[in-house]
């Protein structure tokens, strides 16, 4: 485990010389949790620059609030988010939790800076449409609460990195990270692994040859195409 945390560490010192950091991470400036989760959701199976423009694109018809969005025209809500796919599923989803937020938080998501991770952690994940990793980022991004979250990336990258088991699910690989890194380094830590898979370490053809971390990982130069 020493060993690990170790090679986890060197890993992310070779990656923070590398990529650099959004200036909001280095920031103390906390992201609004509701626009995260709206953002979170958007993103899902899209890329992020199509994320950001349907973002962009909600924002300029309404403010994003839960209020606003839950009387918002559904197809008004499609047509914004039409750039990032999916966007009957999105609309739908992001009317129906900013419809719960009210109902049952009275339109706030405050309740994440005071109640303990865990139980902040449910709370999101009974709001529709929400799953651990949207949880997970509103959490830390948002309250910098020490959870890590994964998304395609990093549960590609840290499974070819050995920084977790290959046969674990979500769960078993947010695990696997909260005891390879500090929890200081999660956001850091979390926005570099997926640097290193956008630029190195690609789903179908990882440039292993070239990558940053070749040296420290033991899938380099495997056949490892898809996996
Ligand atoms: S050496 Fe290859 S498998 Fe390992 S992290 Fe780099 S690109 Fe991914």
Redesign the pocket.
């Known amino acids: 485990m020493a060993d690990e945390a170790k090679r986890a560490s060197e890993i992310l010192r070779a990656l923070r010389e590398s990529f650099a950091l959004p200036k909001w991470a280095l920031s103390n400036e906390a992201m609004d949790p509701f626009k995260a989760l709206v953002l979170t959701v958007i993103s899902q199976n899209t890329s992020d620059r199509n994320a950001e423009r349907a973002f962009e694109s909600l924002s300029k018809k309404f403010a994003i609030t839960p209020d606003s969005l839950s009387k918002a025209d559904a197809a008004d809500v499609e047509e914004a988010l039409k750039v990032a796919g999916l966007q009957r599923v999105k609309a739908k989803t992001l009317k129906l939790t900013s419809l719960a937020i009210l109902e049952r938080f009275n339109g706030s998501l405050d309740f994440i800076y005071s109640l303990p991770l865990e139980e902040a952690r449910k709370a999101l994940m009974r709001l529709p449409g929400v799953g651990p990793k949207t949880a997970d980022v509103v959490l830390l991004f948002c309250a910098k609460k020490q959870t890590f979250p994964v998304d395609t990336h990093v549960n590609r990258?840290s499974k070819?990195?050995g920084l977790a088991p290959r046969d674990v699910s979500y769960e078993g690989v947010r695990k696997s990270l909260q005891e390879s890194f500090e929890p200081r380094d999660y956001l850091s830590a979390h926005l570099l692994l997926i640097s290193?898979g956008r630029a190195?370490?690609k789903a179908r053809r990882?440039?292993?040859s070239s990558?940053l971390?070749?040296s420290l990982?033991p899938?380099?130069g495997d056949d490892?195409k898809g996996r």
Do not use: F, G, N, Q
């Open positions: 990258v070819r990195l290193l190195y370490c990882p440039s292993c990558c971390v070749k990982c899938s380099a490892i």
